[in-house]
């Protein structure tokens, strides 16, 4: 066991480099940074500028070029149950109903059968889809088949959750219930997350720490500490504090969209 607030994740000089036709694309370069455990950090940065590759070199699905990750103290070699990960269009499996879908991951738990039912239905109710445990992923929208991924990898419960822009595609209702949730699952759960976003709002409202990555090849700019207090609710959103925050990110992330327009 970890004591609370040691580090969960240990990130270390890390670069990536990718060959492909067009040549070598520096991906990240000489990356460090830690999150400890049970913290909350978001990271932001312009587009191509290596969020995701940093999430799946943590998460055991890339390797990176040099460098090391540890999570709880240990050098990773591929993907661990102590890692969830929920990208932002996650395939369900079409055969399966969304109970099923969500019951899956939890198989491999050695969880009784009905005990397993139950915990898939609470997390199904956390995000808002009860009442549609027995209907198919085509039977649902976007949004919906999202909730079901983000339910699935919140039903594992691992202790850490890597999040790739998990709300980018759904519509902005869903997303503030999705943010809040989010939060009560990591206030009640004490969860260490890794959360990437386009979105400098959504960063603001959920991080401890924001993970500021320059434009490509994506180095580490800057760490901000987000010192609003939990449990954070929409409204929080509306003060001088949340929108003073918010704007200086947003110039800084701007900026670096500058260094290197799309
Ligand atoms: N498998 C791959 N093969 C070749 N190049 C890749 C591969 N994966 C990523 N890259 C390149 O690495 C760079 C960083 O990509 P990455 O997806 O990590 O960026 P990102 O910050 O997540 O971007 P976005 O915000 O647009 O999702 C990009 O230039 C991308 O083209």
């Known amino acids: 066991?970890?004591?609370?607030?040691?580090?969960?994740?240990?990130?270390?000089?890390?670069?990536k480099e990718f060959e492909g036709r067009s040549g070598t694309t520096v991906a990240l370069q000489n990356v460090s940074f830690d999150v400890a455990s049970n913290e909350f950090v978001c990271v932001v940065g312009p587009s191509g500028c290596g969020k995701s590759t940093i999430l799946n070199i943590i998460a055991g699905l890339t390797e990176p070029s040099s460098g090391t990750v540890k999570v709880g103290g240990k050098e990773i070699s591929g993907p661990g149950k102590e890692r969830g990960v929920v990208f932002q269009q996650y395939a369900l499996f079409p055969w399966k109903t969304v109970v099923e879908n969500v019951e899956f991951g939890l198989k491999f738990q050695e969880i009784p059968k009905g005990e397993r039912r139950q915990i898939a239905e609470k997390y199904l109710e956390l995000v808002g889809l009860k009442d549609f445990r027995?209907?198919?992923?085509?039977?649902?929208?976007?949004?919906?088949k999202q909730r079901v991924a983000i339910a699935r990898a919140?039903?594992?419960?691992?202790?850490?959750?890597?999040?790739?822009?998990?709300?980018?595609?759904?519509?902005?209702?869903?997303?503030?219930?999705?943010?809040?949730?989010?939060?009560?699952?990591?206030?009640?759960?004490?969860?260490?997350?890794?959360?990437?976003?386009h979105d400098v709002e959504e960063a603001v409202f959920l991080a401890q720490r924001i993970v500021i990555m320059s434009a490509r090849p994506g180095r580490l700019k800057e760490i901000i500490e987000v010192n609003l207090p939990y449990p954070r609710v929409q409204e929080l959103k509306l003060t001088k504090e949340f929108t003073e925050l918010k704007n200086r990110l947003w110039a800084m992330v701007y900026k670096e969209y500058l260094a290197n327009p799309k």
């Open 1 to 15: 066991m970890m004591s609370a607030g040691a580090n969960q994740i240990e990130i270390r000089n890390v670069s």
């Open 134 to 144: 027995d209907a198919y992923p085509k039977e649902l929208s976007g949004g919906m």
């Open 154 to 197: 919140y039903a594992v419960n691992p202790e850490v959750l890597l999040m790739d822009e998990p709300f980018g595609a759904l519509d902005a209702q869903t997303r503030v219930q999705l943010q809040e949730n989010l939060l009560t699952t990591w206030e009640n759960e004490r969860k260490t997350c890794f959360f990437i976003t």
